[in-house]
């Protein structure tokens, strides 16, 4: 099964902000910024091609400490939101259907003529029929499944929980403080620790 995760220098970086203070949080434009301790961390979307030649495309969450924003342009969204104890990678598993021919729609104002479509789907990374649902998908003409690092949850000894992500489809970063996610179920997510206090 096809992965886009966090690299290596990714997950370093993060393990590095367990116990920083959580300054500064900045609404999503298209990506996210953060400022912990001294250091601004950007939240960006980041492409994944599923199967070679087609433009059926993933987006998991990128980490960088190269803001291409600066925060000064961007909407304040909480500050003082305490120390960073916990740190989790938001995971699930991500295909799209066969194409089939899509209606002319609207997504975020912007007009979208007719033309070829697919539906995402999604499934729980523990599903253990997911190599078989795969499998059963890329024979049908969808995409299979491919494992995706959608976001990152970082939970303060302030009682905050800030979470950045994606939705695995959209290339926006999207940002959730106190509350669930509103742009995916719950219920098709794995949280992984990454680190603690």
């Known amino acids: 099964m096809k992965r886009s995760v966090l690299s290596e220098?990714?997950?370093?970086?993060?393990?590095?902000?367990?116990?920083?203070?959580?300054h500064r949080v900045f609404s999503p434009v298209w990506e996210g910024i953060a400022e912990f301790g001294n250091r601004l961390v950007a939240f960006l979307p980041d492409e994944c091609v599923l199967v070679k030649g087609d433009n059926r495309l993933a987006t998991r969450i990128q980490v960088s400490l190269e803001p291409p924003?600066?925060?000064?342009?961007?909407?304040?969204a909480a500050q003082d939101l305490g120390s960073v104890t916990n740190l989790e990678v938001l995971e699930t598993l991500v295909g799209f259907s066969p194409w089939y021919e899509a209606s002319p729609t609207d997504i975020l104002g912007v007009p979208i003529p007719a033309g070829r479509g697919a539906s995402v789907m999604y499934l729980h990374p523990d599903n253990p029929a997911a190599e078989d649902i795969?499998?059963?998908?890329?024979?049908?003409?969808?995409?299979g499944f491919a494992s995706v690092h959608l976001g990152v949850r970082f939970r303060t000894d302030g009682d905050r929980d800030v979470t950045f992500y994606t939705d695995g489809v959209g290339y926006f970063v999207h940002l959730a403080i106190d509350e669930g996610l509103k742009r995916l179920s719950e219920?098709?997510?794995?949280?992984?620790?990454?680190a603690g206090p």
């Open 9 to 22: 220098e990714e997950l370093s970086l993060l393990g590095a902000l367990g116990r920083l203070p959580l």
């Open 69 to 76: 924003e600066e925060p000064s342009n961007l909407e304040l």
């Open 134 to 143: 795969s499998a059963k998908a890329l024979s049908s003409g969808g995409t």
């Open 187 to 194: 219920n098709v997510l794995r949280y992984r620790p990454l």
